[in-house]
């Protein structure tokens, strides 16, 4: 069985709703977590949240998810400083509303597009990468209900959500007979982050779930399911 405690954690998106609560899950749990930003405010914001429990194991890099080069020296900065990534979570992408596919402009596919599949194939490019060369890791994509759903005037979202989906599975036929581990978990509803305050429905589960879930799956490497779809605090428990 792996412990996340001394563990190296990876989380993309680490300084948004969701990522800040699964960082703070990870590191609470003894992990050292790498979490590349690019806006200073809110890698203060993240620090902040996290500076009860981070005692000297969160580590920020600077990082633009969407850029080639950026990336690659993300990953270059990974390999230099811990040789390794023992748990790699995406969870990025953003959410879009306004158009029915029809009538969408194309700065707007565009956008869509490179916030929620170029981010993601850049990302895993610069961390299973690592995990591949070591033979061991585990990689989770974090993606949303619409990826089951289509949702009135955001139906871009649904197919990147769906091309999300099929891109861990893709990850986890390619990492076959490998020690390296592919998972998607789903968050059906909306998941109550701190910005959310009073907008959220009672059984919707909470970030330190999420995490909570995450780390579990990590720690169990008998699990072979590739898409974990949870829907309430049933679901995480």
């Excluded at 992408?93 to 596919?101: A, V």
């Excluded at 949702?151 to 990147?160: H, K, Q, R, T, Y």
């Excluded at 390619?174 to 968050?187: D, K, L, M």
Aim: with cysteine; aromatic share 8%.
């Amino acid at each position: 069985m792996n412990s996340i405690k001394e563990s190296v954690v990876v989380v993309a998106g680490g300084t948004g709703g969701v990522g800040e609560g699964l960082v703070r899950v990870f590191l609470e749990r003894g992990a050292r977590v790498v979490v590349p930003y690019r806006s200073d405010a809110k890698r203060e914001r993240l620090e902040q949240y996290c500076a009860d429990v981070a005692e000297d194991r969160l580590h920020c890099v600077e990082a633009v998810l969407s850029d080639e080069a950026s990336m690659e020296r993300f990953h270059d900065t990974i390999l230099s400083k811990y040789g390794r990534v023992d748990l790699g979570v995406a969870c990025i992408g953003g959410w879009y509303y306004g158009y029915s596919l029809h009538r969408m402009p194309f700065v707007d596919w565009a956008n869509v597009l490179e916030n929620n599949l170029t981010t993601h194939f850049l990302t895993l490019r610069a961390i299973v990468s690592v995990m591949r060369a070591n033979n061991h890791g585990t990689y989770v994509m974090v993606n949303g209900g619409a990826a089951e759903v289509i949702a009135p005037e955001s139906g871009a979202v649904s197919i990147v959500a769906a091309a999300q989906k099929m891109m861990a599975r893709v990850l986890a036929q390619e990492a076959h007979g490998t020690n390296v581990r592919v998972h998607s978990v789903i968050a059906y509803h909306p998941v109550q982050t701190r910005d959310r305050r009073g907008e959220v429905v009672e059984d919707w589960i909470t970030p330190a779930e999420l995490g909570a879930y995450i780390a579990r799956l990590y720690e169990s490497p008998g699990s072979d399911r590739i898409v974990h779809t949870v829907y309430s605090h049933t679901d995480v428990e």
